[in-house]
């Protein structure tokens, strides 16, 4: 939960320079992972801007994540060699197992899956990274063992 | 410097404007027309579409005549060969992800992409069809959002964000994406949307739309068990005749009353009327609080509902100056269900109200709160603008040119000049000084016409001596002006200084009723005065002119509801208001 508190910090830092509510919403964005609702609407009557105009522009720039981010994100490598290599199959296998589309996260909020470009490691395409952990020339089989090691991890944690 | 003057040519005709005139206006002025999609004559450019480009002699580069100043020594082009080509390509580029389902859409004939396409003569799909594949939203019953079909013209959000200040639409996301929501992305009945429609009215093609309730009417004509009246608002009159060819503002009362008894309609009845008898409930309010209780002035109107919406959320310290009195549709509905019922011994489970508005808004209002069905009936069935009627009409094919004009049915038909000018902003106004005058002093006011009322000045103020106090008036209309007014009440009160208005009039719709969100489209303010001229000559073509002297309103206090604020009046014509969410998520 965003305190108030912190809230007013941010906000009177920011309040009377141009530009400001990009600024105060990297602040927000940079602290929690993404902008909850609930400060966008306290932030709309601090600032005294519509809520409106605050979802133009968290909306216009990628930057900005209106949900929470999963606790691991998976990393699917889209770069010409992945896909020619059929990352786009296992893109199409982690959506179903996971239930999202790209740019989102799971109901239990354990994943959230992203389609990036080249990684630099073309060599082990298709890659796929899962946080901080690489795997390489992933076959679309290999997808729910690779997911079940950090749905263990999280239950023994 | 203000006032300088600048000398262009425009396809060759020499003009002479003032000093940031855009193209387009200077073309105006010696009528040259150069095409527009996004432009509207009530909103300042947003150069989202480009169909107006036009050139300079010597120059290769295009400029968008809606936001381009004219300069001096500019020699427009405003047609060509090349031009027309590039206008071209730009409406395909526009159809690409615009679907091409006119035929089911509800602006069909009365679009001004699909006419733009016509007058191109485009044949095919030029380019690959992307279409954005976006849900539509049709929560609040009133206005549904189509974002599908929207050409991100900006016209809606600057309406709802610039003229209404509401923020209730926005356009999210960016480049192919970007699309028209609700605000903060959640359903249009969750945000701050009051209804006004003024949304629908602007938007070019069929991307918001009014809640079409037309075939629930047929529906309820066919049923023989059903017994069907109507109503009309006053600015219906005034705007229907422009979906038929009528020059704007002409007057079809009488011919309206034969049509919809054509339509089928066994009782056809007239808002005004009604709106005469909110005057004498209103008049009264006001008489009470100015006699007795000036503390608890101002008085403000609360006929319109988008206006009701808008204050039980952002102005819930306002309500206890808010007229307790329904709006008048909801007043002649009531009745139907009561004192009409009565007399004429028809059940009033069966009978079915429909009320003809000007408005989308009405469509909310008829369940706002439990006081709308205060007889145990709901006192409004079902809600048409004046754009469905027309619709209705067109679907009976029957001609206003050769119908003879009829009579309403009188008990709730007979209106006075002071009914029907509630269709425009300062009306209500205008009519409720007339009856709270005679109510306050015993005597007839001298000059009815309160010229200081009318006219569409976004805040208009007017003095009235009555018994030697200054009555101060307000009149608010286009919901951006109303927050200047109660911020100066707000500020009085808080200061606990005399309030600077008695009375305030306010209508959520530049132009009040005449300019609603269910008029014909095409609206500007040249039509919005026409329409409210037409109400004005209705009301000098009255002998009677005042609410309380309107002899079928007599009767209904006499026979009926006993006095003003009688407690039968109080139960059947008055409402209550709360504090609603700005934000329901």
């Known amino acids: 939960m965003v305190k108030t508190g912190e809230l007013k910090k941010i906000v009177s830092k920011w309040k009377d320079k141009e530009g400001n509510l990009i600024m105060v919403f990297h602040e927000i964005q940079n602290r929690y992972g993404y902008v909850p609702r609930d400060v966008s609407m306290k932030l709309s009557e601090m600032l005294d801007v519509p809520l409106a105009r605050i979802y133009e522009v968290l909306t216009f720039y990628n930057y ?40 989102e996260t799971t109901q239990d909020g354990l994943f959230k899956l992203n389609v990036v470009r080249c990684l630099g490691c073309c060599g082990l395409a298709p890659v796929v990274t899962i946080d901080e952990d690489v795997y390489g020339k992933v076959q679309k089989e290999d997808i729910p063992d690779i997911l079940a090691k950090y749905a263990v991890k999280e239950k023994n944690a | 410097m203000k ?28 009528h040259i027309g150069i095409p527009t999609l996004c432009k509207h004559a009530d909103l300042p450019p947003t150069a989202g579409c480009g169909i107006c480009v036009v050139k300079i002699k010597g120059s290769p580069k295009m400029l968008r005549a809606c936001c381009t100043p004219l300069e001096n020594g500019m020699d427009i082009i405003t047609q060509d060969p090349e031009l027309v080509e590039v206008r071209r390509t730009i409406l395909e580029l526009i159809l690409s992800n615009h679907p091409n389902d006119c035929l089911k859409c509800g602006r069909n004939n009365n679009c001004e992409l699909q006419t733009l396409a016509g007058d191109f003569g485009i044949r095919e799909d030029s380019f690959e069809k992307l279409l954005r594949n976006l849900p539509e939203d049709k929560s609040t019953k009133t206005i549904e959002l189509i974002p599908q079909k929207c050409i991100l013209c900006g016209r809606c959000t600057n309406v709802c964000q610039q003229i209404q200040d509401v923020w209730a639409l926005s356009f999210l996301e960016r480049g192919f994406y970007t699309r028209i929501s609700a605000t903060g992305d959640i359903e249009l009945a969750e945000s701050p949307c009051i209804k006004c429609g003024q949304c629908s009215a602007h938007c070019p093609t069929g991307a918001i739309f009014e809640y079409d309730e037309t075939q629930k009417v047929w529906d309820a004509l066919m049923d023989p068990d059903r017994f069907c009246v109507v109503q009309i608002a006053p600015a219906v009159r005034v705007g229907i005749g422009e979906e038929f060819g009528y020059p704007p503002g002409t007057n079809l009362t009488h011919k309206l009353y034969a049509m919809l008894k054509r339509i089928g309609f066994r009782g056809v009845f007239d808002t005004s009327f009604a709106a005469d008898v909110t005057i004498m409930e209103e008049a009264t309010e006001f008489k009470r609080k100015f006699e007795k209780d000036k503390k608890n002035l101002p008085l403000i109107t609360s006929c319109c509902p988008a206006w009701v919406d808008f204050m039980e959320k952002y102005y819930p310290d306002m309500i206890e100056h808010f007229s307790s009195c329904k709006s008048p549709h909801q007043i002649l509905g009531v009745l139907s269900k009561t004192y009409y019922a009565e007399k004429n011994g028809i059940d009033p489970s069966k009978i079915f109200m429909v009320s003809i508005m000007p408005c989308t808004s009405k469509k909310y209002e008829i ?14 069935d079902v809600v048409l603008t004046t754009r469905e009627l027309g619709r209705m009409i067109k679907q009976a094919d029957i001609r206003f040119k050769h119908l003879p004009g009829e009579d309403p049915d009188n008990i709730l038909g007979e ?66 002006n109303v927050g200047t007014v109660l911020e100066k009440i707000r500020e009085a009160k808080k200061a606990k200084k005399e309030t600077p208005y008695h009375f305030i009039e306010v209508m959520a719709c530049p132009g009040g009723c005449v300019g609603g969100g269910g008029q014909p489209y095409g609206v500007n303010n040249e039509l919005r005065q026409k329409r409210a001229a037409g109400l004005y000559s209705d009301d000098r073509g009255h002998k009677v002119r005042c609410s309380h002297d309107n002899p079928y309103v007599k009767e209904l206090y006499k026979k009926f509801l006993g006095k003003p604020l009688s407690e039968k009046a109080e139960k059947l014509l008055h409402n209550k208001y709360k504090k609603r969410p700005v934000y329901k998520r």
Request: overall charge positive.
């Open chain 2, 415 to 480: 209106y006075t000049g002071a009914g029907v000018i509630f269709g425009t902003t300062g009306g209500v106004m205008e009519a409720a000084l007339r009856t709270a005058y005679k109510m306050i002093t015993g005597e007839k006011l001298k000059d009815l016409e309160i010229k200081k009322v009318r006219g569409l000045k976004g805040i208009k103020e007017a003095t009235l001596d009555i018994k030697g106090t200054k009555v101060k008036a307000a009149i608010a209309h286009g919901m951006g």
């Open chain 2, 3 to 30: 006032n300088k003057k600048i000398k262009a040519k425009i396809a060759g005709i020499e003009v002479n404007v003032k000093e940031g005139t855009t193209i387009l206006e200077a073309a105006k002025t010696v």
């Open chain 2, 367 to 380: 369940t706002r709160s439990s006081e709308m069905s205060s007889s145990g009936y709901p006192d409004i």
């Open chain 1, 64 to 103: 900005f994540d209106l949900k929470p981010p999963g606790k691991h994100t998976i990393s699917i490598c889209m770069g010409t060699a992945c896909y020619l290599k059929g990352a786009n199959e296992l893109l199409k296998k982690f959506r179903d197992l996971l239930n999202v589309s790209e740019g």
